[in-house]
């Protein structure tokens, strides 16, 4: 079978704009989706959580910088996986990413329904969260260089609008709020509260989830072996930093309990701290949207990136690599991932499990997803460091291999212990992975296993 020209993505960005692309994926996560870690370990268990999590990031992103530097791929994971353990391994890894990668618009898209929900009561989140996908759709398809300057406005105003609810909500903090049952119910350290903390974990991930997702952009970065270093870098003190404030000052303005299972923690927090009237509560549901909008938006671009690489390796269906003739962009494979996005909001009854809400359900799964690529991101590049020693490695990953094998370890102990509390959304994600990783097996050997 004769294979197919290779198509290119255009390399237009720069450090600036895959800050805002690193930044602008995650920010959504500042917003709504880790309070629901508040009813599972209470806000001092969830804090431990978080500060587990946020160093796994920590370690993972600057040992992850090696692997996207060196191999500048849209596939991101996906390729590194391939080049150290080839087909198969490179399968996990890529339906891995996009089922992380898919599963988190979704939800993303319903908190966009919410916080408008809060100024305009007859309008439904879902059909507020189905307009989003058009639009972003639409944009991601007009061009790269359109959409990245666009991701980078969001995120700077999102980053902004943080700032301003901290300084608004600062003056109701109390650290006796904050404490008060801070452990759910349960006594420090007891095996309960461990329990807690290990279950709140997918909502301590969601605050960083998805940073990864600039190695889908590394392809049409300007210099990617200098730009990416510093947009991983920046973006990751950024989320970490933003983090910690949003989670201290939300949970010490009254009772956070209140907030826990809501998917607009901070309009809430700023209601009871400034009063429903206030023109800076308004003020945050509207440029909270930025936020929320940075996210959906990037990880639109990332997911429209994983199915294209996967295409045109040939472990999708060519179809899915095709580029639009004008704007020469991965639109085939934008509208696909749409199409499940859309199709996941209006499947509540189907996906929302063992009486999880719909966005709990669908965060943990991609969370599921996100923590398998990660193993197998750090075991490449353990890999790839031992069997490719002449890989040129503009960057290369500190304190290895003590950092990246703390990342490796911090992922797999989240890894397990997300089984443990989610087993049937672990079967779930198991399902979905063994038909996804099965079915291109199937279509690689009926199609000769010919890529783009």
Not at 253 to 259: E, I, N, P, T
Not at 391 to 400: C, D, E, S, T
Request: charge should be positive.
């Amino acid at each position: 079978m004769t294979a197919r020209p290779t198509m290119h993505l255009e390399q237009r960005l720069g450090t600036f704009q895959l800050w805002g692309i690193a930044v602008g994926l995650v920010i959504s996560g500042e917003y709504f989706g880790w309070s629901y870690g508040w009813a599972s370990a209470g806000t001092l268990g969830f804090l431990v959580a978080t500060l587990a999590v946020a160093a796994m990031y920590v370690a993972f992103i600057f040992s992850f910088t090696e692997l996207t530097t060196a191999i500048p791929h849209a596939g991101g994971p996906f390729a590194y996986a391939l080049r150290a353990f080839g087909p198969t391994g490179g399968a996990i890894a890529g339906f891995a990413t996009l089922i992380e990668f898919l599963f988190a618009p979704p939800a993303i898209a319903l908190a966009i329904g919410a916080y408008l929900n809060v100024q305009f009561p007859a309008l439904s989140p879902r059909t507020t969260a189905l307009g989003a996908y058009l639009l972003f759709m639409a944009l991601n398809i007009i061009g790269v260089h359109i959409a990245a300057s666009f991701e980078l406005v969001m995120t700077l105003l999102a980053v902004g609008e943080l700032l301003v609810f901290m300084a608004v909500v600062r003056p109701a903090f109390s650290l006796s709020h904050f404490m008060a049952h801070g452990w759910a119910g349960r006594d420090h350290f007891s095996p309960a509260a461990l329990g807690g903390i290990f279950a709140a974990l997918p909502f301590a991930i969601w605050f960083f989830l998805a940073i990864e997702g600039v190695a889908m952009a590394a392809e049409e970065a300007k210099d990617p072996r200098r730009t990416i270093p510093r947009a991983y870098i920046a973006g990751i003190l950024t989320l970490v930093a933003l983090a910690f404030g949003v989670m201290l000052l939300a949970g010490g303005s009254g009772d956070w309990a209140a907030l826990a299972n809501l998917n607009d923690p901070l309009p809430q927090a700023m209601k009871r701290a400034v009063g429903g009237a206030s023109g800076w509560l308004h003020m945050l549901v509207w440029l909270g949207l930025f936020g929320l909008v940075a996210s959906f938006h990037g990880i639109i671009m990332g997911y429209a990136r994983q199915i294209f690489a996967l295409g045109r390796a040939g472990f999708l269906p060519h179809v899915f690599a095709r580029l639009h003739p004008r704007f020469k962009t991965p639109h085939v494979a934008t509208l696909a991932g749409g199409a499940v996005g859309i199709a996941t909001i209006y499947s509540d009854h189907l996906i929302s499990i063992a009486g999880q809400p719909l966005t709990a359900s669908i965060v943990t799964l991609s969370a599921f997803g996100a923590l398998l690529m990660y193993l197998i991101s750090i075991a490449a590049l353990f890999r790839l460091r031992r069997c490719d020693p002449d890989l040129v490695r503009p960057w290369r990953a500190p304190a290895y291999p003590y950092a990246p094998a703390f990342a490796l370890g911090m992922a797999g102990l989240a890894l397990l212990t997300m089984v443990y509390n989610n087993p049937l959304l672990a079967a779930v994600f198991a399902g979905l992975m063994g038909m996804m990783v099965a079915g291109s097996a199937l279509f690689r050997r009926w199609s000769g296993g010919q890529g783009g």
